[in-house]
Structure formats: C-alpha cells, structure tokens
C-alpha cells in the first residue's frame, strides 16, 4: 500500500492506493504540500481499481473507508478526488477567509486577482509567470482575518482539452512540468516549480478585479475601496462564516492596497497593463 501525506496550513489528509502509478500520479494534485508525518489525518481518501466485465477497469474514491465517487475513465477519478480534497481542504480552514482569486508576487509586491469563473485567472497568471512574476495560487486564496496577509492555497493548475495544445504552443507550459491523466484530456501543470526566493505571507500590494471578454476595450482604472469590498465579498467562499466581521477584515483588507478593474479582451494586453503597477 502507498500512503501519501499532506499538510495544507493546518488542514492534514493522506492518499492510499495498492496502485503504484496511481500514487504517482496523486503526487502531483499538490506537490509543494507533501509531508513526511505519518499520524493523525484529518481525512483519508482512498483509491481502488477493479476491473468490471461490462466496463473494464472501475476507479473508486473513498473517503475515511466510505465510497464517495466511481468512474471508468481515470480523469474523472483525478478531478473527482482533487474536487474532494480542495471542498474538504476549505470546510476544515476555517480560520481564514476564502476568496476566489488568484494572486502573483513581483519584486515582493502581491497582487490579489479576484474573478468569476471562466475570466482568465489562470491563463492571466500563467502569462506573469513568464514576466518574471511568481505563481503563489490561481483560484483560490487564504486571508488571515488578524493580519490581512495572503496565504496561497498550492494546487496544480489543472489544464484542459484545447486549452493545453493552446498554452504549450505558447510556451506558457512545459509539458515535462505537468502530467496527463488520459491522453491529452487533461494536464495537471505545476506552476511552483521554478526555483526561487520562498515568498512569506504579505499583505497585498494591489487589488486587481478582472474581467474578460473579446467585446471589450483593453483598460486598466482604478476603483473605489469600498466598490472593490463588494466585489471581494461576492468572491468569498465562506463570508457567512465571519457574517458581520467579513466586511471589516475585507474593509481592512483593501484599505492600504491599489485597487483596479481590469478591462481586456486578450491576455498580452492584460499583462502590460498588470506590469505597469
């Protein structure tokens, strides 16, 4: 049996498998949080291969000995388990306040970059780390309610379908730094694995709302404080959590930090315009 350990803050869970390759594979879900601890886990998922005369090779999840999830197609396991992981990750961080964003250091000014879905986040923060700008999260971020001070939340960026021939000719991924779980279904890219100063928690330098669409003009222009708190509380995952004092960490939050909305309709653009903060 494998067993793979992993700390998140203080959020602790294992992976098991009787599968070798499985085990490689799960290595790289969240490769800069590997520990070498054996002891208490808060949770312990659990991968199981059998084969089914109807389907061929079955993939099952369990989760502290309960099946939570079964596919015949080994990326449906993979994005399966690291959905799992991540929801049970921020229902056990509660400590913090969860955003979705994603964030880059440069020169060691952070720079916060809250989004809905589908607005760019990781191919925006894919581009700075070309620009000499490092990747500490691209979807989600961790804020210490005391301090105010980013603590990224490590994951593969996972990469899909078109979007990997796309990014790879590019240049932005480097298929020898990621891993396929089926074919060209589905790239897990380690974007933490450039070799660098460690960043410590820092407040953020500047707040950047970003919004895409090919309709739009290419602009960067400052916003109000107050509007970028209600932006961030539409982006945070637990502010019921912190109910009334939700607003006060984010009003603390953004009080000493550059605000702006991001306007672009291609990312070459949004990095420019990103750079010249």
């Known amino acids: 049996m494998y067993t793979l350990h992993y700390k998140l803050q203080s959020h602790r869970f294992s992976i098991?498998?009787?599968?070798?390759?499985?085990?490689?594979?799960?290595?790289?879900?969240?490769?800069?949080?590997?520990?070498?601890?054996?002891?208490?886990?808060?949770?312990?998922?659990?991968?199981?291969?059998?084969?089914?005369?109807?389907?061929?090779?079955?993939?099952?999840?369990?989760?502290?000995?309960?099946?939570?999830?079964?596919?015949?197609?080994?990326?449906?396991?993979?994005?399966?388990?690291?959905?799992?992981?991540?929801?049970?990750?921020l229902s056990h961080l509660r400590e913090?306040?969860?955003?979705?964003?994603?964030?880059?250091?440069?020169?060691?000014?952070?720079?916060?970059?809250?989004?809905?879905?589908?607005?760019?986040?990781?191919?925006?923060?894919?581009?700075?780390?070309?620009?000499?700008?490092?990747?500490?999260?691209?979807?989600?971020?961790?804020?210490?309610?005391?301090?105010?001070?980013?603590?990224?939340?490590?994951?593969?960026?996972?990469?899909?379908?078109?979007?990997?021939?796309?990014?790879?000719?590019?240049?932005?991924i480097d298929k020898k730094s990621g891993y396929y779980c089926k074919s060209d279904d589905i790239l897990y890219y380690n974007p933490y694995s450039t070799k660098g100063p460690s960043i410590g928690n820092a407040k953020p330098y500047a707040i950047i709302e970003l919004k895409h669409n090919h309709r739009f003009k290419n602009e960067l222009i400052p916003a109000s404080k107050s509007q970028m708190c209600i932006q961030l509380l539409k982006q945070s995952f637990n502010i019921h959590h912190y109910k009334r004092s939700g607003v006060s960490i984010l009003t603390k939050l953004v009080r000493n930090c550059k605000c702006y909305s991001l306007k672009t309709n291609n990312v070459t653009d949004a990095v420019r315009l990103v750079s010249q903060i």
């Not at 208490?40 to 939570?68: F, H």
């Not at 581009?127 to 804020?143: A, F, H, P, Q």
């Open 96 to 172: 913090f306040l969860q955003l979705h964003a994603g964030a880059v250091v440069k020169e060691g000014k952070i720079i916060l970059l809250p989004a809905n879905h589908g607005s760019g986040k990781t191919t925006l923060t894919l581009n700075l780390t070309k620009n000499r700008y490092r990747c500490l999260s691209d979807d989600i971020v961790l804020i210490g309610p005391e301090t105010t001070k980013i603590i990224p939340f490590p994951r593969s960026f996972l990469i899909k379908d078109k979007s990997i021939k796309k990014l790879a000719e590019s240049h932005l």
């Open 16 to 89: 098991q498998t009787a599968n070798k390759k499985l085990a490689g594979l799960c290595s790289q879900l969240y490769p800069t949080s590997r520990s070498k601890r054996n002891g208490y886990a808060d949770i312990v998922y659990s991968l199981k291969m059998r084969n089914d005369s109807a389907t061929g090779v079955v993939y099952e999840v369990l989760v502290n000995g309960n099946k939570k999830h079964q596919t015949s197609i080994k990326s449906g396991l993979f994005s399966s388990l690291e959905w799992m992981i991540t929801c049970n990750a």
